[in-house]
């Protein structure tokens, strides 16, 4: 039996650029007092997770995450190992993080990637920082795996997009967002956009056997609107997110979950 560590735990979703979403579910838990103690993220989580846990906003987040154009986040490379360089994200990460190690950062935090070799899922939380985030967010074929130790790392979502588990057990209230709803699509064409939907099916399945294990889920419908490589629509899908997480919050007894009541609601 896990012990319990903290009061509220946070689990955010892989899904490509969708997760500038969960910067709008941060910005929104803030504004009531809710402060996450522990975070969980895959793939776009990870990203969002890591810089938040570095000691960031969600609106400094977002403006630095949406400094360019899709072309800036994601190049061609030569196609042996992955379509595109994930160069971009490497970058921002790099001169942006002060924290350079797990042990750094404000808040604990786990990152999920899979283990190629060994086929399973796996969690970092301690060690050198950036390149197990980079290994989380690497969509397999789209972007090159990340060797760490030997082990061939891609994205978390392709074993477990929702990573509950690291931190299942250890807290009072569980919240999660979740960005990778699916519908259906008419017409697929073309080698990154077939890539692209294919994992979005594989990482949107175990949300189903998950979602009665938060005490609040927020996961909108109206993402699924949006694709996954589109760092455009970024203010957007924080707007979704925030929107999201108010009416999700208007629902519950948020006293249990606040750290810091916010003046507007004393």
Request: hydrophobic share 40%; with cysteine; proline share 5%.
């Amino acid at each position: 039996m896990k012990e319990i560590r903290f009061k509220t735990g946070l689990v955010l979703s892989g899904g490509g650029t969708r997760g500038f979403a969960h910067l709008g579910v941060l910005q929104a838990l803030n504004e009531y007092g809710i402060f996450p103690d522990v975070i969980s993220g895959t793939s776009a989580g990870a990203l969002a997770g890591v810089l938040y846990a570095d000691g960031y906003s969600p609106r400094e987040i977002l403006h630095i995450m949406n400094t360019g154009s899709r072309l800036d986040f994601m190049r061609p490379a030569m196609p042996r190992e992955g379509l595109l360089q994930i160069s971009g994200i490497m970058k921002i990460l790099k001169s942006h993080l002060r924290a350079t190690t797990f042990e750094e950062l404000k808040i604990p935090l786990y990152v999920a990637a899979t283990d190629l070799n060994n086929g399973k899922a796996h969690y970092f939380s301690e060690g050198e920082l950036i390149e197990p985030v980079i290994a989380s967010a690497s969509i397999p074929v789209l972007f090159q795996p990340v060797i760490i130790n030997n082990i061939c790392y891609v994205d978390g979502g392709v074993l477990d997009n929702m990573p509950l588990l690291p931190i299942e057990g250890k807290c009072c209230n569980l919240i999660g967002s979740f960005v990778n709803p699916v519908s259906y699509v008419e017409k697929i064409s073309g080698l990154i956009n077939i890539a692209e939907r294919s994992f979005m099916l594989s990482m949107s399945k175990e949300i189903a056997e998950k979602s009665s294990k938060f005490d609040i889920l927020v996961a909108p419908e109206v993402l699924m609107n949006y694709k996954i490589l589109d760092p455009e629509k970024a203010e957007e899908l924080f707007s979704v997110g925030y929107k999201a997480t108010k009416e999700q919050l208007h629902k519950a007894d948020i006293n249990k979950y606040i750290t810091v009541l916010p003046a507007s609601l004393q």
